[in-house]
């Protein structure tokens, strides 16, 4: 991978128990450099990645994965039927540094979409007054909300179509 970043989604799987399985669709924004569209597409799904600046040249040359150039906050479910060869989408990921605001109205309009089964993402805080958006994230319903080994200052949120398991392991009880 490019970089450390894919890590976090690792342990986030792991966690959930659930990841994208092999001729899934997932879409990644802001995916520059390509560390979680590397696992994604070694875990055997279909990946279009959205962002302004390109992949890393070897996980551009993945076979599963596809490029578009451009900012990943305009790329919302109305361009599904546009750039993508689908009406739908199974998994949406974003590990892009944006305000919690941002993120937290891109991902309720997905939701809101019902084109898209699972999400994950995370929620990274550029001061103090960014933890307010905190319990705006976990009132999503079945939505859940972690502080990850590899978040450093941020979280991760992960909402699943099915929930997968015992959600005690997802915030990290045994």
Not at 126 to 137: E, N
């Amino acid at each position: 991978p490019p970089n450390r970043a894919y890590l976090k989604l690792w342990e986030a799987f792991t966690r959930l128990q659930k990841w994208p399985r092999p001729g899934q669709h997932c879409l990644e924004l802001g995916a520059s450099p390509g560390g979680w569209t590397y696992v994604l597409a070694g875990l055997g799904a279909k990946v279009t990645a959205v962002d302004r600046s390109p992949l890393d040249p070897a996980v551009a040359a993945m076979p599963q994965v596809s490029f578009v150039a451009g900012d990943a906050f305009s790329f919302g479910p109305e361009c599904l039927g546009k750039s993508l060869e689908g009406a739908k989408i199974d998994w949406l990921f974003s590990d892009v540094i944006c305000y919690p605001d941002k993120l937290y109205d891109f991902v309720q309009t997905w939701l809101a979409s019902g084109l898209c089964d699972n999400v994950v993402v995370t929620v990274k805080f550029q001061g103090a007054d960014h933890y307010s958006w905190i319990p705006r994230f976990q009132q999503i319903a079945g939505g859940r909300l972690v502080h990850l080994f590899h978040n450093k200052h941020e979280l991760t949120f992960a909402r699943l179509s099915a929930p997968v398991g015992d959600d005690r392991r997802w915030f990290g009880y045994t």
